[in-house]
């Protein structure tokens, strides 16, 4: 016995130093998985937090009658050549700019986008019309990004966009307050745009606001019903189980398949629209349906089986039990489950790009069968652009992504605390 003990209290000593050191080793992990999503977080913080501002120039926009053909009316304004107006407003802005390159240079100191813009301000509001008129416009993407301090201005001119004469004119208009920094209301308001300054991501959210809805409308009535029958009501058979062990599969495969089985049945097959919401959430519900079911299956087996017997046992069909009192019990489970499994839906890229989804789509849609963008692959599609400013929007555009996931959790922990029921 004596001799037992000492065994004991030799190797005592040792498996302590172990245990001390596996739990150091699983800090350290934690530590480490931490550190690279704080890295991540501050990299992406940095690039993308100075997109919420845009820069404006003013300048004196020459918005007399002579303009418009003599009379200022809405069909006048409509049909007027804003962009003349903006170009003869800059040249007079600088009259010692001479020469084509140079003109061209000055011209692309404001937006492309600018003269809409002036537009719809004159639409909106006819009294700015009848002389000359100071008017805040949208700078271009490189006249931002300077003023953000993202161009050097003591780098060599060869090796930037920005040229010495056009940082000279941003200069003037520095000096004389005729450049400031706003909210960037385009980015929030605004579909996509080959110009950085007027891409927005409305377009991607209304997308993708459609691509979730088919995708929970389909996805989840279907599969808390098939949880439903393969819970409650199958029998415990050979088929049965082949179906249950390919529902587990099919939650782990890649998601890049399912969006191969919707190119394949949905678009070949069946000739819908591509790039439209309504066939993404088809493709999305597909990717759901195993994450639903099973969340679902195990929610209706965490209620108890007194509460079936209760319900049978005073006369209660077993379609009854299931639908008036096993059913509302597993609810809370169920919902839990199914907004997981959209908010993994909702941060999906691949599938979409196999249906189609990652064309180039300006107008916000209306509908599920308009054609639209999700914001995943609206990331994906900026980050793949090669001017500078749109780098600024992919981060900020992944922020507001992660707003959203982090809200919709956020939400599914609220839900389980006050729906969450301990038996």
């Avoid at 949208?138 to 201005?153: C, N, P, Q, S």
């Avoid at 056009?166 to 920094?181: H, L, N, S, T, Y």
Wanted: hydrophobic share 50%; with cysteine; proline share 6%.
């Amino acid at each position: 016995m004596s001799t037992s003990r000492q065994l004991v209290q030799k190797t005592l000593g040792k498996r302590y130093a172990r245990e001390r050191r596996f739990r150091w080793y699983g800090a350290l992990s934690i530590l480490v998985g931490i550190l690279f999503l704080g890295f991540l977080l501050v990299t992406t913080v940095s690039n993308g937090y100075k997109a919420f501002v845009q820069t404006y120039v003013q300048i004196d926009v020459d918005l007399s009658a002579a303009q418009f053909g003599g009379e200022i009316t809405p069909e006048s304004i409509a049909a007027a050549n804003f962009d003349g107006i903006i170009k003869d407003s800059l040249r007079n802005a600088f009259p010692e700019v001479s020469g084509r390159t140079d003109r061209r240079a000055l011209y692309g100191l404001v937006s492309n986008g600018a003269q809409y813009d002036l537009r719809e301000m004159l639409l909106e509001d006819p009294s700015l019309a009848g002389g000359v008129t100071p008017v805040w416009l949208l700078a271009d993407d490189e006249v931002d990004v300077f003023m953000k301090g993202r161009i050097d201005r003591n780098e060599p001119e060869a090796n930037r966009r920005l040229k010495d004469n056009a940082i000279g004119w941003i200069d003037q208009w520095v000096d004389e307050g005729r450049v400031e920094k706003r909210f960037n209301e385009p980015f929030f308001t605004n579909g996509d745009s080959r110009e950085p300054e007027q891409a927005g991501i409305f377009g991607a959210i209304m997308g993708s606001f459609f691509t979730i809805a088919v995708c929970m409308l389909l996805a989840f009535p279907i599969g808390v019903a098939a949880a439903i029958y393969l819970q409650e009501f199958a029998p415990k058979n050979r088929i049965t189980d082949i179906i249950e062990v390919n529902i587990n599969n099919l939650a782990a495969v890649p998601s890049i398949i399912f969006g191969l089985l919707g190119l394949a049945i949905f678009l070949n097959a069946f000739g819908l629209p591509r790039s439209v919401p309504l066939v993404g959430g088809m493709v999305l519900s597909l990717m759901t349906l195993p994450t639903i079911i099973i969340s679902s299956r195990a929610a209706l087996a965490a209620v108890p089986p007194s509460i079936r017997e209760a319900a049978l046992g005073v006369g209660a069909s077993p379609i009854q039990t299931v639908l008036h009192h096993v059913l509302p019990l597993a609810m809370p489970g169920m919902l839990t489950g199914s907004i997981i499994g959209l908010a993994q839906a909702l941060g999906e890229t691949a599938p979409l790009l196999v249906i189609g989804m990652v064309a180039f789509i300006v107008d916000v849609p209306t509908s599920p069968l308009d054609p639209g963008t999700a914001l995943p692959v609206q990331i994906y599609l900026w980050s793949d652009s090669p001017e500078r400013a749109f780098v600024e929007r992919t981060s900020a555009a992944i922020m507001v992504l992660l707003m959203f996931l982090v809200a919709i959790n956020g939400f599914i922990v609220l839900l389980r605390k006050k729906l969450e029921r301990r038996w």
